[in-house]
Structure formats: structure tokens, C-alpha cells
């Protein structure tokens, strides 16, 4: 998929792959994710809708193939239903996605159907109630089901779930959560927790799983057998006796994915961060606002080409320590 760009870093990784987030703001605190108090960005430090897609242009024409967009949560950004579709006709797109929370799924999946979007991931940690309002604070269960169940009615490309696996929360329930996807035809990724921001909820070395652990709790249940075919990105995925979808597992503890990135991401202020595990960031947001209109486009080229250069090598995550990094997953988006 990315043998067209011609963005390429230090170690010969080709990026063909943005992560561009539209908001910081949420609806949900997951526990994981966010402080329970949280600041936002003023909207005046967002990004506007003419120069999200101005960057995106940008990326585009240097042969990135694939947005996923993100957040926080993205379905509370006013514009975005309308983002999306002109963002899908950007010449050079192959694929636009998106991550949510699903809350406000059901008011909107058949709009961003019909403006082109081709995937959605959700994100479910827990199937009681109960929990899945413990574990995001503010998360409905059954509004996210229904979201859930009116984008399965739209037919996109393919949903997937996502789940952050912690011990002491929803390791069992793992099987219970695999089976909800596969009886629907969804792909399920694992994730491994990363500590980025300080969080109070919990010990993140305490509830760290592993993705060998999932795999073994899931064996009992499951007959998985590992999927050779890599996806370009970092889920590693089992393909599962009996069904079509598959369960992926993203371990960026146990299981390092670094040496195979093809991908970059903007915070919803105009940074352009080279690693979600490192702060070498190239503020673009800065490049699109001190350059004439005629002259942004090409601005934005060649700072993107530059930035380049400064892609870490590797994330250096270790639980065991306070974060590294301190901005917290809303920023950047996952
Ligand atoms: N609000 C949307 C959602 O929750 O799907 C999109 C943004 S959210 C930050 C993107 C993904 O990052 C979610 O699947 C979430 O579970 C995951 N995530 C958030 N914080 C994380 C952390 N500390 N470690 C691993 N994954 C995390
Ligand atoms: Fe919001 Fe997504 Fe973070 Fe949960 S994981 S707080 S839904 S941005």
C-alpha cells in the first residue's frame, strides 16, 4: 500500500499512513486514556476545517494513501460530517477511516456512509453496563450498542473493535468481547495499555496484560491460528476456526512493532508528531498560518518531507516508570 509515497525516513520506513486528529475533546473520560478533570485546547488552537483539509492535501499529494481519522472523539466535531466527505475526494486517497467512541454513531452512520467512508474501528472495553460506565466515566453501554448495530445496517468495508485490555477491569471478559465481534463479523484488536499522561485510576503496571496472555485466555474458547499476511499496521492478527473475522492483538509492550511504522500523526492543534511514543513534532499548524493562501500548500509539502528526518527510531514505553510522554491519548488519537 505505500509504494507510492515519497515520504521516507532515516531507517528506509515508508509512511503512507496519517492519523489526523480533528478534536482533543470527549464526551467519555476512560479511565486509561484521561484524567477525570481534563483541560481542552481553545477552539481557536484547532485546526479549521479549510486547513484539516488543507494538510491532508498535502500528505495526499506526497502519496499517503490512507486517513484515519481520530480524536478524542471525532463525531462531536461539528463539521465533521461534511470534513469527511470532502476529504474522501482528495485525489490520491484510497482509504479514509475513522476511531470512535460510537455515542453518537447511531445519529450519523448512514451521513458518513454516504459521505465515502470506508471503515470504522469502535472502542469497547466491557459488556456490563456497569463496568463500561466505571471504565469510561461517563460511557453509556447501550447508546454504544446502538451505535454499533446502525453501522453494521450501513454495510461499511469493514468495523472493527478495539479494546484495551486491563487486569483487573475486563481481562475476563476477553473471550465474552471476542465473541461479540466474531458472532458479527467484526475483526477484534487487544491493546496492550500505554502510559502516555499521568492517570490516578489505576497502576498501569498492575493491570498490564500481555497479548500472549490474552491469546492464552482466549484459546480456551477459540482455535486460533496466526495470520502470516501483515496489515501495515500494528495489529497481529489470529485468524479464528470457524469464523471469518479475526482477533488482532496490538502489544506494543510484549511485541514491538517500531521497525515496520508507516505512519505519522497531527494533534488536532497542528502538530505533526512523528512517533506516538516520542515528542519530535513539527508544528504545522504554525507552517499553514504564516504563509500566504497561495503558498501553503507547497509550505506544508516540503515541512512534511523535512520532518522526515526526525522519525524516531522506537517508543520506549515502560510501565514501570511515570510516562515519558506526558500528553494523554486524546491528543494524538491512538
Ligand atoms: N474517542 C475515540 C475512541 O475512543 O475510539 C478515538 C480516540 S481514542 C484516543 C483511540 C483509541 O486509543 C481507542 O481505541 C482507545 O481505546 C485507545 N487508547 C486510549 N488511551 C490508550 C492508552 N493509554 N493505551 C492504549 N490505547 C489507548
Ligand atoms: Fe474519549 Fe476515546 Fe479517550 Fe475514551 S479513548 S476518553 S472515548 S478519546
Same mark, same amino acid.
Given at each position: 500500500?505505500?509504494?507510492?509515497?515519497?515520504?521516507?525516513?532515516?531507517?528506509?520506513?515508508?509512511?503512507?499512513?496519517?492519523?489526523?486528529?480533528?478534536?482533543?475533546?470527549?464526551?467519555?473520560?476512560?479511565?486509561?486514556?484521561?484524567?477525570?478533570?481534563?483541560?481542552?485546547? $481553545?477552539?481557536?488552537?484547532?485546526?479549521?476545517?479549510?486547513?484539516?483539509?488543507?494538510?491532508?492535501?498535502?500528505?495526499?499529494?506526497?502519496?499517503?494513501?490512507?486517513?484515519?481519522?481520530?480524536?478524542?472523539?471525532?463525531?462531536?466535531?461539528?463539521?465533521?460530517?461534511?470534513?469527511?466527505?470532502?476529504?474522501?475526494?482528495?485525489?490520491?486517497?484510497?482509504?479514509?477511516?475513522?476511531?470512535? +467512541?460510537?455515542?453518537?454513531?447511531?445519529?450519523?452512520?448512514?451521513?458518513?456512509?454516504?459521505?465515502?467512508?470506508?471503515?470504522?474501528?469502535?472502542?469497547?472495553?466491557?459488556?456490563? $453496563?456497569?463496568?463500561?460506565?466505571?471504565?469510561?466515566?461517563?460511557?453509556?453501554?447501550?447508546?454504544?450498542?446502538?451505535?454499533?448495530?446502525?453501522? @453494521?445496517? !450501513?454495510?461499511?468495508? @469493514?468495523?472493527?473493535?478495539?479494546?484495551?485490555?486491563?487486569?483487573?477491569? +475486563?481481562?475476563?471478559?476477553?473471550?465474552?468481547?471476542?465473541?461479540?465481534?466474531?458472532?458479527?463479523?467484526?475483526?477484534?484488536?487487544?491493546?496492550?495499555?500505554?502510559? &502516555?499522561?499521568?492517570?490516578? *485510576? #489505576?497502576? %498501569?503496571?498492575?493491570?498490564?496484560?500481555? *497479548?500472549?496472555?490474552? @491469546?492464552?485466555?482466549?484459546?480456551? =474458547?477459540?482455535?486460533? *491460528?496466526?495470520?502470516?499476511? @501483515?496489515?501495515?499496521?500494528?495489529?497481529?492478527?489470529? =485468524?479464528?476456526?470457524?469464523?471469518?473475522?479475526?482477533?488482532?492483538?496490538?502489544? $506494543? #509492550?510484549?511485541? +514491538?512493532?517500531?521497525?515496520?511504522?508507516?505512519?505519522? %500523526?497531527?494533534?488536532?492543534?497542528?502538530?505533526?508528531?512523528?512517533? &506516538?511514543?516520542?515528542? #519530535?513534532?513539527?508544528?504545522?499548524?504554525?507552517?499553514?498560518? *504564516?504563509?500566504?493562501?497561495?503558498?501553503?500548500?507547497?509550505?506544508?509539502? !516540503?515541512?512534511?518531507?523535512?520532518?522526515? !528526518?526526525?522519525?524516531?527510531?522506537? #517508543?520506549?514505553?515502560?510501565?514501570?516508570?511515570? $510516562?515519558?510522554?506526558?500528553?494523554?491519548?486524546?491528543?494524538?488519537?491512538?
Amino acid at each position: 500500500m505505500d509504494k507510492h509515497t515519497e515520504l521516507t525516513d532515516r531507517f528506509g520506513r515508508k509512511v503512507s499512513y496519517l492519523r489526523l486528529s480533528v478534536t482533543d475533546r470527549c464526551d467519555f473520560r476512560c479511565t486509561y486514556c484521561m484524567a477525570e478533570d481534563m483541560r481542552f485546547l $481553545p477552539r481557536k488552537e484547532l485546526l479549521s476545517f479549510e486547513e484539516l483539509l488543507l494538510v491532508a492535501e498535502a500528505f495526499c499529494s506526497l502519496g499517503v494513501e490512507k486517513i484515519r481519522i481520530t480524536g478524542g472523539e471525532p463525531l462531536i466535531r461539528r463539521d465533521i460530517v461534511p470534513l469527511l466527505a470532502r476529504m474522501r475526494q482528495l485525489p490520491g486517497l484510497r482509504e479514509l477511516s475513522m476511531t470512535t +467512541n460510537a455515542s453518537h454513531l447511531a445519529d450519523c452512520a448512514a451521513e458518513l456512509k454516504a459521505g465515502g467512508l470506508d471503515r470504522i474501528n469502535i472502542s469497547l472495553d466491557s459488556l456490563n $453496563p456497569e463496568r463500561f460506565k466505571t471504565l469510561t466515566r461517563h460511557g453509556d453501554l447501550a447508546t454504544v450498542l446502538k451505535g454499533i448495530d446502525a453501522a @453494521r445496517k !450501513q454495510g461499511f468495508k @469493514r468495523l472493527k473493535i478495539n479494546s484495551v485490555a486491563l487486569k483487573n477491569f +475486563n481481562f475476563d471478559e476477553s473471550c465474552e468481547l471476542a465473541m461479540f465481534a466474531l458472532e458479527r463479523d467484526m475483526d477484534i484488536s487487544f491493546i496492550e495499555e500505554m502510559p &502516555l499522561g499521568e492517570i490516578t *485510576s #489505576h497502576a %498501569r503496571d498492575v493491570e498490564f496484560v500481555s *497479548s500472549a496472555e490474552l @491469546r492464552e485466555q482466549l484459546s480456551k =474458547q477459540f482455535e486460533l *491460528s496466526p495470520v502470516d499476511e @501483515r496489515t501495515g499496521g500494528p495489529s497481529r492478527y489470529w =485468524q479464528v476456526n470457524g469464523y471469518r473475522a479475526r482477533i488482532g492483538f496490538i502489544s $506494543p #509492550h510484549s511485541e +514491538n512493532f517500531c521497525a515496520s511504522c508507516n505512519r505519522v %500523526r497531527l494533534t488536532a492543534s497542528g502538530r505533526l508528531l512523528l512517533c &506516538l511514543g516520542n515528542e #519530535h513534532s513539527v508544528d504545522l499548524r504554525d507552517v499553514v498560518r *504564516s504563509c500566504e493562501p497561495g503558498q501553503q500548500l507547497q509550505a506544508l509539502q !516540503q515541512a512534511i518531507r523535512t520532518s522526515m !528526518q526526525n522519525k524516531p527510531e522506537k #517508543h520506549h514505553f515502560d510501565l514501570n516508570e511515570a $510516562p515519558q510522554v506526558l500528553r494523554f491519548m486524546n491528543a494524538t488519537g491512538g
